[in-house]
């Protein structure tokens, strides 16, 4: 069974840098075909992509966000970690971690096959 | 970037009935497009995969068409627990990009 929890502050300052960790089971990124990835969705409105990591370190990001994103990965610990420099209020959504799973293990699969529960952060001085 | 477009934004409709939802991207994606179900408070779930293919576990109510520009998803007999909102993505490039959803609602 694969499973993702995101963890991280609820609230932060504007200006300050947005920490958020992915930590999954039932998955490695040290498999061929495996990727993880953030999606943010703010209240009401529709879901946004922005960034992932493959298993090769291969490091993907949305570009109008990408100044301010930086992904990583800690595969010992079945961990992604997500920063966000320069929070505003507009930052303000739910954020969510994402698996994609190529079985072959040859493609940068871009279907998220599994989600997890998401985490609420607010920003607000 | 590409856009995707979905319409309706909303659509009320009644258990049994027959829902049929687009998606459009402006340009084409070929076959790589998913569809996601989201509930209120919940993450999303993938639905539809390469336009098509169902993943293990989803009901067969749910179908899905199309390719290059144009895609469908369609639930052929609407049950209650299929009243959500539906999301189309585009797997085709970076940067991926979602379409701004498809609220099911009660009739």
């Known amino acids: 069974q694969i499973t993702l929890k995101e963890s991280g502050p609820t609230l932060v300052k504007p200006t300050q840098t947005l920490t958020l960790t992915c930590t999954f089971s039932?998955?490695?990124?040290?498999?061929?075909?495996?990727?993880v990835g953030w999606i943010r969705q703010p209240p009401g409105k529709a879901l946004e992509w922005l960034a992932l990591i493959y298993w090769n370190d291969n490091k993907r990001y949305n570009p109008s966000l990408n100044s301010g994103l930086t992904i990583t990965k800690d595969t010992s610990k079945n961990q992604v970690v997500l920063t966000m420099t320069n929070m505003d209020p507009v930052d303000t959504a739910t954020y969510y971690c994402?698996?994609?799973?190529?079985?072959?293990?040859?493609?940068?699969?871009?279907?998220?096959?599994?989600w997890g529960q998401g985490t609420l952060v607010t920003v607000s001085s | 970037d590409i856009q995707m477009t979905q319409s309706p934004s909303s659509v009320s409709a009644s258990v049994g009935d027959r829902v049929t939802i687009t998606c459009r991207a402006s340009q084409g994606i070929s076959n790589w497009l998913a569809w996601y179900q989201q509930k209120p408070g919940k993450a999303p779930n993938l639905l539809i995969y390469?336009?098509?293919t169902l993943p293990s576990g989803v009901p067969s109510r749910f179908s899905g068409s199309g390719s290059g520009t144009d895609f469908t998803l369609t639930i052929s007999s609407l049950q209650p627990e299929d009243f959500a909102t539906y999301y189309c993505?585009?797997?085709?490039?970076?940067?991926?990009?979602f379409g701004g959803g498809t609220k099911v609602e009660i009739k």
């Open positions: 390469a336009s098509s």
């Open positions: 993505q585009q797997a085709n490039s970076f940067p991926l990009t």
């Open positions: 994402g698996a994609l799973v190529d079985r072959s293990g040859i493609y940068y699969r871009k279907t998220f096959d599994y």
């Open positions: 039932g998955l490695s990124l040290n498999t061929n075909g495996v990727g």
